[in-house]
């Protein structure tokens, strides 16, 4: 041990006594900072992470592993030093052990040296330490491996720049073997054998945060093999020129041994996937917890099919495996209940065409140009997803995520594949599970508890409903297996003590068969079960059909296995002109929401939200009337949740921009629950780009352009300006809220509620009434408007949960108040149908619930546009990327208000939505610079160091040789 520390202090002083040691650090780091800010443009990618570092690390070790280890053994030939060493009492073994390690103690200082880039990017962004540590880790693995090369090949040669050459040339073809570039040429299967021999292609993996032993292993196989290459071919130099002898031949079989074992360890290892371990934050590479729950619902076997050409698209090829990987962990953890294949359909015709007819899986035609050819390939990048009769495909479209760099640059990375997967696992359980018994997932029991007069007091229709109703009723309890029970009790009974409970509890009123009518009765229906209660509504045609889509509908809240129903009220799109389009399409938003539940369109106009419905969604709303807005309220009475996009404006993106004052109808019924939006909108400091056409003249011609610009009307919402209690914003640590209204709460009458302050602006954000939204950079500072006196946080989305009163209560019933004023003024044209006819003989019954339960939620989000496909197609442009974060806070307010937490979860595990603060161009330099100047400090540090160990050790052999003169 003393001797193989004594080489290693021995090579590291001899590095370190010239300035050749200083010259080479340096032109490292130089050389990865280049890379890292100006090749990888850092500050235009916007992502909290430090994958330029490593991407060409690789590479970059291939030349510092050859440079430091070139001279090792190369030098020791030259100088005639090596027959000394190979004479002397020390070990070949320990001779190679120290050149070793004092190889990667410089890798080690060099990488030191690099720490302030992550740690300048944790200031400036959420970053993910785990990747981070997974990228050292492997840089110094991936640096052992490539110095033993070296060492071995230095052992063969006496010239230094040979070894140097030789070094590179077998570094290179290491990383070459599991290239992108190289694997493109071959087929899937060949391809995942190159890359698990490919240096690159396993460090990959590393960095990304998943520490798979199998990974490390590969290194230090490598590392085994040339170290025991290297004490061979000391220990043949130390009897070269002497007759071969058993000795000799037992050296050359012990090194055989040696390599044949390290290579077979590799295959052994291959099929262990478990043997890892994910170091990213909230373990965003492993199955979570809520995908196994899923899984372990399955009472049937579930297929997952993977359709991938081995002649893909070259970025998309990369993927195969990752996901390939990922499919296999389902399989894991299915327990026996998952079942996963991959096939090319090229290479089976019969299933080739059963995916095209069955489940409309057809080839993408990818087109692709390279410096050596252009093409254009067919090829499959799909996932089936199958259980029992139900089905769903994802395509490359809904697995991936592709960012421009610039129009010839684009990278593309898997979005969030366990997210996309586990969704479509949950749909077709659910789909499955719809089609059987409804009350195999309610774990509960639910008590139906009807409020219901006797028949003499109910209007005929009524009575013959309440009949149908005793039918429905008896049916499901007897399905229910003891799950279900039935009370009908009569408010007016026992002097009406039952009246005034409900009355006080539910906020139920008696109803009437018109405004003017004196009888009055009750028919209220609710259903009880885990501390939750659901009204359900009476159905609009009083039929017997809609009565029990009704109740169905109700049942399916309490249990955890059917899709659930989100109404989407949407204005009419206009088609608008000009460079940007209309903000009134939403269909962004609803294929997204179509993907997890079911969606069903409502206008409201009748009255009533649709029966199925668990969540009512409204974006952007327009002059409601009162029975549209009757409609909120009553859903919101029975204890719905009503979420919604709006603002007093309304854009005009024209030819010049503007905001234009817009009714939405719900202003007021805002108001009554204590939630009040301002006339006015908010500007921040702290936004987001906006794309702005730009006149220039060229030689004489004018030339439009597009200029990414400051736009303080797009206010930049961050980690510290949400809030993180509720889960409404997992996973997403930015969302920009376009053209958007300051929120004031009445704290008076929601004093009783939960109020969850979800969206908040910056404390430097100020507000303005003035519709002229268009920046003046001739008049106005940097921003293109007039900054504000007062400055403050404002409020941009709020959720509060808890009981309301409704809005109609001791206001004139909005449904008979229409039906009455019809008649008066003019008598209708007699029906052409028995529909018609039907329809106009059903009564309008005056019904209004006053008080809603606990469970009573409202969201909104003070902004008209920040959902539509204008916006968000502006706000990808920009980006480079898709941008769907307002989406997805929408789809985390309805799994919230679902008490639907699953999905949530593993939404907030995605990785790609860590940006960076908003910084201009003075602060990117500043941080810089500031990382050039901590790296010189460090090479400082290494400087003195290095001095004052040396005086050290002079010091020490001075005062060794003063004794030795005093004792002499």
Request: aromatic share 12%.
């Amino acid at each position: 041990m003393n001797h193989f520390m004594d080489i290693t202090r021995k090579e590291l002083s001899v590095f370190f006594s010239s300035a050749v040691a200083f010259i080479f650090f340096g032109v490292f780091l130089g050389v990865t900072f280049f890379i890292f800010f100006w090749v990888e443009t850092f500050f235009g990618r916007n992502i909290a992470d430090v994958r330029p570092l490593f991407e060409w690390m690789p590479i970059l070790m291939i030349f510092l592993s050859a440079a430091i280890t070139m001279r090792m053994w190369s030098e020791e030939r030259r100088s005639g030093t090596l027959e000394f060493l190979l004479t002397s009492p020390v070990l070949p073994l320990q001779l190679v052990l120290g050149k070793f390690f004092a190889c990667l103690s410089l890798v080690a200082v060099a990488l030191v040296l690099t720490l302030p880039l992550p740690f300048t990017v944790s200031f400036i962004g959420p970053l993910d330490w785990g990747p981070v540590l997974g990228g050292y880790l492997a840089t110094v693995f991936l640096a052992a491996a490539y110095i033993s090369i070296g060492l071995f090949v230095s052992a063969r040669s006496e010239n230094q720049i040979v070894s140097l050459m030789i070094t590179t040339l077998v570094g290179g073809l290491f990383y070459a073997i599991g290239s992108d570039t190289l694997t493109g040429l071959f087929g899937t299967k060949a391809s995942e054998v190159l890359k698990l021999l490919g240096s690159g292609s396993r460090f990959e993996s590393i960095t990304r945060g998943v520490v798979d032993i199998r990974d490390l292993y590969f290194y230090l196989s490598i590392v085994g093999m040339f170290l025991s290459l290297n004490v061979f071919e000391l220990e043949r130099q130390r009897w070269a020129g002497n007759p071969s002898n058993s000795l000799h031949r037992q050296w050359g079989l012990l090194a055989a041994l040696f390599i044949a074992n390290f290579l077979t360890a590799n295959l052994w290892l291959a099929p262990v996937s478990q043997a890892r371990a994910d170091i990213t934050e909230g373990n965003i590479y492993s199955v979570s917890d809520t995908t196994r729950s899923y899984l372990s619902r399955l009472n049937e076997p579930l297929l997952i099919r993977g359709y991938f050409s081995a002649k893909t698209h070259p970025l998309l090829a990369p993927l195969v495996p990752r996901l390939c990987d990922l499919l296999k962990e389902y399989a894991v953890a299915g327990q026996g209940r998952v079942r996963v294949e991959f096939i090319d359909p090229i290479e089976e015709p019969d299933l080739e065409e059963e995916a095209g007819q069955k489940y409309g899986i057809k080839p993408v035609p990818f087109q692709f140009a390279s410096k050596y050819q252009s093409a254009v390939v067919n090829s499959y990048f799909d996932i089936l997803i199958k259980y029992g009769d139900q089905f769903e495909t994802l395509g490359f479209s809904d697995l991936i995520e592709v960012k421009f760099r610039s129009e010839s640059d684009l990278s593309v990375d898997l979005r969030n594949p366990e997210y996309d997967i586990t969704r479509a696992i949950k749909k077709v359980l659910y789909a499955y599970q719809g089609a059987g018994d409804l009350f195999d997932n309610i774990l509960h029991p639910v008590t139906f508890r009807g409020y219901i007069s006797p028949d003499e007091s109910l209007p005929e229709q009524l009575v013959e409903l309440k009949k149908n109703l005793g039918v429905l009723l008896d049916e499901l309890t007897r399905k229910s297996g003891g799950k279900f029970s039935v009370e009908i009790k009569d408010p007016d009974a026992a002097g009406g003590s039952l009246a005034k409970k409900i009355e006080s509890e539910y906020g139920f009123q008696p109803m009437a068969a018109s405004l003017f009518s004196k009888d009055t009765f009750w028919f209220y229906m609710v259903l009880e079960g885990n501390n939750r209660l659901i009204q359900i509504p009476l159905p609009e045609d009083l039929g017997k059909a809609s009565l029990d889509r009704g109740i169905r509908a109700g049942l399916k809240r309490f249990s955890k296995g059917f899709l659930k129903t989100i109404a989407l009220y949407t204005p009419q799109p206009t088609t608008a002109y000009g460079l940007y389009g209309s903000c009134k399409r939403f269909s962004l938003l609803r294929n997204a929401l179509n993907g997890e539940h079911a969606v069903v369109s409502a206008d409201l106009k009748n009255g009533m939200v649709p029966e199925e419905t668990d969540l009512l969604l409204i974006a952007a709303p327009e002059q409601l009337d009162k029975k549209q807005i009757f409609a909120v309220d009553q859903f919101l009475m029975c204890g719905g949740t009503v979420a919604m996009a709006t603002s007093p404006f309304s854009i005009n993106l024209q030819e010049r921009l503007s905001a234009n004052k817009s009714d939405s109808g719900l202003m007021e019924w805002l108001a009554h629950h204590g939630i009040d939006l301002g006339e006015e909108l908010v500007l921040d400091p702290q936004n987001t780009a906006f794309p702005i056409p730009v006149e220039r003249r060229v030689a004489g011609f004018v030339v439009q352009e597009t200029h990414m610009i400051e736009y303080p009307y797009f206010v930049d919402i961050r980690a510290n300006g949400m809030d993180r209690q509720s889960g409404i914003t997992t996973g997403i640590d930015q969302v920009t809220l376009n053209w958007a209204s300051p929120i004031t709460i009445d704290k008076d009458k929601n004093k009783d509620r939960r109020v969850i302050r979800l969206l908040q602006s910056s404390e430097q954000a100020w507000t303005s009434d003035s519709p002229d939204i268009q920046p003046d950079f001739q008049t106005h500072d940097r921003f293109g408007f007039q900054a504000g006196d007062k400055r403050g946080e404002q409020l941009l989305a709020v959720a509060v949960k808890g009981r309301f009163e409704s809005y109609f209560k001791n206001r004139p019933f909005p449904l008979t108040q229409d039906k009455e004023g019809k008649e008066k003024t003019t008598k209708k044209a007699k029906t052409k149908t028995d529909k018609d006819e039907k329809k106009k003989n059903t009564p309008v019954i005056d019904r209004l619930i006053e008080r809603s339960p606990e469970s009573a939620r409202i969201v909104l989000f003070a902004s008209n546009s920040f959902l539509s496909d204008t916006v968000l197609s502006l706000a990808s442009g920009g980006l480079g990327t898709q941008y769907l974060n307002p989406v997805n806070m929408v789809k985390n307010t309805i799994d919230w208000s679902l008490e639907d937490q699953g999905l949530l979860s593993i939404r907030g595990r995605t990785h790609f939505s860590r940006t960076l603060l908003p910084l201009n161009r003075s602060a990117q330099v500043f941080w810089e610079y500031l990382n050039y100047g901590l790296a010189a400090l460090g090479l400082l540090a290494v400087w003195m160091t290095h001095r004052w160990m040396t005086a050290r050790a002079t010091r020490h052999y001075q005062s060794i040789l003063s004794v030795k003169g005093v004792l002499q």
